[in-house]
């Protein structure tokens, strides 16, 4: 069977450090890979998705990165965190077949203070 | 560009009745689906409901169902007998075209009251 591991589950960050997030899928292969940001328990607002290893595609290009070094492992970055990146960070997988079901992390709580 | 819209930011609904949650879609491909999910407070996300663009004939899983009204991109999710374990956070997301980018509208919190 397929899971998706994300972690860690809670972060507290000062502002002007660095960030990454990790996001892992097991029991699939050539997964699409997504990272969403859910601010004070609203919309889902997608950040970056993959579709292979190396090729992101970023819906929000400003302090955050992304990047698939492995087909399986995707990773969330910043260099410089900032206190509008507070939020819950959700990272999912669907298979590389349009229309199939997403599936999610626990999710990560960010707060930077 | 592919959006999602719901209107409805919150909605109540009494047990054992029946609610709708709205959501319209803008795109210009002929070939994508159309999903409802549900984040109840423990925030794992959960699907609902799903529907293919070609089929006509509305989903329906137990007691929740879609009205798709394809010409005026509207895909509503009805949800019957509500309950009291029905109270989340809904989404309405969008797939479609050759790039797989998921597209989630900003949610409806449903109150289900006793």
């Known amino acids: 069977s397929q899971t998706i591991h994300q972690w860690p589950a809670t972060l507290v960050q000062p502002v002007g450090s660095p960030l990454s997030l990790e996001c892992t899928v097991e029991?699939?292969?050539?997964?699409?890979l997504y990272w969403y940001r859910q601010a004070a328990g609203r919309g889902l607002q997608l950040l970056f998705y993959?579709?292979?290893?190396?090729?992101i595609s970023s819906e929000v290009p400003q302090n955050l990165s992304a990047s698939r070094p492995q087909d399986r492992q995707f990773i969330l970055s910043s260099k410089k965190l900032l206190l509008s990146d507070s939020g819950f960070y959700l990272c999912a997988w669907t298979r590389d077949t349009l229309g199939t079901e997403a599936f999610f992390g626990q999710g990560t709580r960010l707060t930077v203070v | 560009a592919q959006t999602v819209t719901q209107s409805q930011p919150e909605m109540s609904v009494q047990e054992a009745e029946t609610v709708t949650l709205s959501c319209t879609y803008d795109?210009?491909?002929?070939?994508?689906?159309l999903f409802w999910y549900k984040q109840p407070p423990s925030r794992q996300m959960i699907l609902v409901i799903r529907?293919?663009?070609?089929?006509?004939q509305n989903a329906t899983e137990n007691r929740f169902s879609v009205n798709f009204q394809k010409a005026a991109k509207s895909f509503s999710l009805k949800i019957s007998d509500s309950q009291l374990g029905d109270a989340a956070m809904y989404f309405c997301?969008?797939?479609?075209?050759?790039?797989?980018?998921?597209?989630f509208g900003k949610g409806t919190l449903l109150t289900v009251n006793p």
């Open positions: 795109t210009s491909e002929s070939d994508y689906y």
């Open positions: 997301a969008y797939s479609g075209g050759s790039n797989y980018k998921l597209t």
């Open positions: 993959s579709v292979g290893i190396g090729q």
């Open positions: 529907q293919e663009a070609y089929k006509q």
């Open positions: 029991g699939t292969s050539n997964p699409n």
